[in-house]
C-alpha cells in the first residue's frame, strides 16, 4: 500500500518515505504493470493516432503536435500507418480494440472507413476524425480549408494568364479530394472559364500514380500551361516524371500544391502551395479527443484551421498565345 501510495501520488506519506521508496524503484530499475492499473483506473492514459502516410511531412508534422499535446496531457501515444489502405487501417482498428487505447485520433483512408469508425462507436472508443470528413459519421473533427485553398491556387495560376490548368487530384472516395476539386472549379467558373473534364486526373495521394499523370499531361490537346497537385508527394514526383521527360518546371509547365514539405521548403522554397499548420492539426486533434474522453455527451466540434498561400518559383506566367 506504501509503494501505491508513492507510485500514484496519493494518501497520506511522509516524505522521508517517499524518497526512501522512490530510491529502492530506481535501485530496482521498477516499472509500474500499466495493464494492471488500467484495469484498477479503468484508463489505459494511451492514445491513438492512425495516419494514412508518415513519410508525408504534413503528416511527420501531425504526428509531433499529437505527440507533443498527448504527453502535456500525460498520455502516451501510439503510432499507426495505414498508406491509404482500408485493409491496414482495419488491422489497426483491431489492435486499437485489443490493446484497450483510450481514444483515437485517425485520418480516414476514405469513405470506405466509416465501418471502422463505427465499429470504434460500438466498443465505446472516442474517436476523433483528422483531416478527412467521412459521410454519415457524426463526430469530432479538424480539417483544413480544401475548397478555399483550392480556390486560392487557381485563382493565383489564372492571375497569372494560365487558362488551361489540370489538375492531378486524389480518389472521389476521400473527401478532401472531392473538396479541392470543388474548389478548383469554383476558381474556374469564377473567373468565367469552361471546365474540361479531360484535364482531371484522379489517383491516391500516392508518389507512385505521378508517373501516369505525367503521360496524360503530355497527351492533352490543347496541352494545359499549369497543372494544380492535390498534395504536396503527388507534385514532387509529378516533377520529377516531368524532367525526366523533357518538360521542363516552370518554363514549360507550372505547377502549384497542397501542403509543405518541411525543412526542404526552408531550404529551398520552390513550390507555391497552400501551406496548412500541420502542427496545429495534431495539437488540436488530440485536445479534442481528450476533451471528448471527459465529457463524452457533448455535441460534435468541427474545427477548420486556416491555410495560407506561399510563392514559390515552381510557377510562371503563361505565354501570350497560351
Keep these: 500500500m506504501t509503494v501505491s501510495r508513492v507510485i500514484n501520488n496519493t494518501g497520506r506519506i511522509s516524505e522521508k518515505t517517499r524518497l526512501k521508496v522512490q530510491k529502492v524503484m530506481e535501485e530496482l530499475h521498477y516499472v509500474p ?38 504527453r502535456e496531457n500525460g498520455y502516451k501515444l501510439l503510432l499507426g500507418n495505414s498508406d491509404e489502405s482500408v485493409d491496414k487501417e482495419r488491422e489497426y482498428i483491431d489492435t486499437v480494440l485489443s ?8 485520418t480516414p483512408s476514405g469513405d470506405r472507413s466509416r465501418p471502422h469508425l463505427e465499429t470504434l462507436a460500438r466498443h465505446g472508443i472516442p474517436f476523433v476524425i483528422l483531416d478527412r470528413e467521412v459521410p ?88 494545359p500551361t499549369a497543372v494544380f497537385a492535390a498534395n504536396n508527394l503527388l507534385a514532387l514526383s509529378l516533377l520529377q516524371s516531368l524532367r525526366k521527360r523533357g518538360i521542363g518546371v516552370p518554363e514549360e509547365l507550372s505547377i502549384v500544391t497542397f501542403d509543405d514539405f518541411g525543412y526542404m521548403s526552408v531550404l529551398d522554397p520552390f513550390f507555391t502551395l497552400v501551406a496548412q499548420p500541420a502542427y496545429e492539426f495534431g495539437r488540436q486533434g488530440i485536445s479534442l479527443l481528450i476533451e471528448r474522453i471527459e465529457n463524452r455527451d457533448a455535441p460534435p466540434r468541427r474545427i477548420v484551421l486556416p491555410n495560407e498561400l506561399t510563392t514559390g518559383r515552381s510557377v510562371r506566367p503563361a505565354a501570350p498565345s497560351a
Design 33 to 70: 504493470n500499466a495493464t494492471a492499473r488500467s484495469l484498477v483506473l479503468q484508463r489505459t492514459m494511451t492514445l491513438s493516432l492512425l495516419i494514412t502516410d508518415i513519410t508525408n511531412p504534413f503528416y511527420t508534422t501531425v504526428a509531433r503536435g499529437a505527440e507533443d499535446a498527448a
Design 99 to 106: 490493446t484497450r487505447v483510450d481514444g483515437v485520433l485517425i
Design 136 to 223: 454519415g459519421i457524426a463526430c469530432d473533427c479538424v480539417l483544413g480549408d480544401s475548397v478555399g485553398g483550392a480556390r486560392k491556387l487557381v485563382d493565383y495560376l489564372i492571375g497569372l494568364g494560365h487558362r488551361r490548368i489540370a489538375l492531378v487530384n486524389g480518389s472521389p472516395e476521400v473527401s478532401t479530394a472531392r473538396d479541392r476539386l470543388a474548389g478548383y472549379r469554383q476558381a474556374l467558373a469564377e473567373r468565367g472559364i469552361g471546365f474540361a473534364p479531360a484535364y482531371v486526373m484522379e489517383s491516391n495521394y500516392r508518389p507512385q500514380d505521378a508517373e501516369a499523370a505525367a503521360e496524360r499531361l503530355q497527351s492533352l490537346s490543347p496541352s
